[in-house]
């Protein structure tokens, strides 16, 4: 492989693990905030049907847009790593 090519892919990873470290990041700053940590805890507590009954549609569509969204992030940042082993 030339060393140019290796280059590229290694510049590549990096770019991968940056972006994941800052999608950590967010994530764990849009958790703190003090009104999404609200509904959080009535996620876990009372499930998705509480979180509608208590706070209405569109904070759970909010919410299970965010979470989708990241998880998405993650499987597009696993497959990129996999795809860059190969």
Do not use: N
């Amino acid at each position: 492989m030339p060393d140019f090519v290796r280059f590229l892919l290694c510049l590549f990873g990096l770019c991968i693990l940056l972006l994941g470290v800052l999608l950590h990041w967010v994530a764990r700053y849009f958790c703190r905030v003090k009104w999404i940590s609200t509904y959080r805890e009535i996620l876990k507590r009372d499930g998705w049907a509480g979180l509608i009954r208590q706070a209405g549609w569109p904070v759970a569509l909010g919410l299970f847009s965010f979470f989708l969204l990241k998880g998405l992030a993650w499987l597009a940042l696993a497959y990129g790593g996999l795809e860059m082993l190969r």
